[in-house]
């Protein structure tokens, strides 16, 4: 029997860079067995590399979706091959593996990823995690979505509002507008102690701080000025030489009493409540529009929302180091690229990396491009370097 487990476990340092000392580099045979590293070959033998995926089973993968259990019965149809999911955070994962990968426990073949700061300075450098890109996708995905790891789909944070008692459009047209006294207490989002995502949202508006400062003027009218609070802890940082416009809309927006709730779909839920008299709004993943339901949810983004729409990330898939059934991981990974196991993925907001499927899903979903949403991208250098200086400052402002 398939099965699938769901971790609920949030880690209280979620939003803090996990330290990967001692992880041991896989050894010469597993790397040859495996095909990766100095052992990574142009030309891929799928068909043997199905069957030696046959004798072996099973695959073990570690998702932050959910969404991998519609995958369960598809693929062990197609290839006789059972998947064994674990639902769980990205950050979560890396840990998890860290620590089994230190007690020379090695029990999953692939991750599927979305902590990108993590997997790049920590996983990869590290030898937890190795790259595999199947052959035939070279001119499906650009460069930087095959190297440093795989990029399956492009994923966004973004702002939702309740479209069926809102009917005029959204009631906002600034991220400023979250700081005001109409919001206080109404806006929803992941707490960023526990949810790296969240925390990656808010890190990646402070790295975009001229832009903040020109939606400011644009909002009110004249240049911004610091609160007494924001020039304090700027003075007591020995990080932080002077303040700036994105300090001054995460003080302010922490001040209106944000609320803090631990799933995204649970946002979307209390944003798009139909029988509601004075609907949130709700900072959350952008493919959450598949949960619409007429007389029950209706919310979508607000798309012209000033300086941005949103936050992108990729979300990668990785081989682990020393996965006990690495032809079922190259299979899984293979499949999981390929339209029919992007199914899942199909929705509006969950942007393929491969072209084609992207195209069908603009004709389908009658949605931009994504290279075409104003969205800021993640940059998981920065994010990863400077998370400790962002949490005392979060911490400061709180």
Do not use: C
């Not at 789909?153 to 069926?164: D, G, I, L, P």
Request: hydrophobic share 40%; aromatic share 10%.
């Amino acid at each position: 029997m398939s099965k699938f487990t769901k971790f609920s476990l949030m880690s209280t340092a979620g939003a803090l860079a996990i330290a990967v000392s001692g992880a041991a580099i896989a050894d010469d045979a597993w790397q040859q067995k495996a095909g990766v590293g100095a052992y990574t070959s142009n030309t891929q033998d799928w068909a043997a590399i199905e069957e030696a995926a046959r004798e072996e089973g099973q695959v073990v993968i570690y998702s932050v979706s959910s969404r991998i259990a519609k995958l369960v019965d598809g693929f062990q149809e197609k290839y006789g091959i059972e998947i064994i999911g674990h639902d769980m955070p990205s950050d979560l994962q890396i840990e998890k593996l860290r620590r089994e990968h230190n007690a020379g426990v090695h029990a999953v073949d692939v991750l599927f990823n979305a902590e990108a700061p993590l997997l790049l300075n920590e996983a990869l450098p590290n030898g937890l995690v190795w790259n595999f890109v199947p052959s035939g996708l070279d001119d499906e995905l650009s460069a930087n979505e095959m190297e440093p790891f795989l990029i399956q789909r492009h994923s966004s944070r973004v702002v939702y509002y309740n479209t069926e008692l809102n009917p005029d459009g959204a009631p906002i047209d600034s991220l400023w507008d979250l700081t005001n006294a109409d919001w206080t207490g109404r806006t929803l989002l992941p707490s960023l102690l526990e949810d790296g995502l969240s925390a990656n949202f808010i890190q990646t508006v402070l790295q975009n701080s001229d832009e903040m400062a020109a939606a400011y003027e644009r909002e009110y009218g004249e240049p911004i000025n610091y609160s007494e609070d924001v020039l304090e802890a700027v003075a007591d940082s020995a990080v932080i030489s002077e303040p700036n416009a994105s300090m001054e809309w995460l003080y302010r927006f922490l001040a209106n009493e944000p609320v803090f709730m631990s799933s995204t779909t649970k946002i979307f839920k209390n944003v798009g409540d139909v029988k509601q008299d004075n609907p949130p709004l709700g900072i959350t993943t952008f493919s959450k529009m598949r949960k619409n339901e007429p007389g029950v949810y209706a919310a979508e983004p607000i798309y012209d929302l000033d300086p941005v729409f949103g936050v992108s990330y990729p979300t990668a898939l990785v081989m682990a180091d020393m996965a006990p059934h690495p032809n079922a991981a190259k299979l899984l990974i293979r499949y999981m690229m390929d339209e029919e196991g992007f199914a899942p993925w199909n929705e509006p907001g969950d942007f393929a990396a491969r072209n084609t499927i992207e195209a069908k899903q603009m004709e389908d979903f009658n949605l931009p491009k994504f290279t075409e949403l104003k969205l800021w991208p993640i940059d998981p250098e920065e994010i990863y370097y400077t998370k400790y200086g962002f949490l005392a400052l979060y911490l400061q402002l709180s």
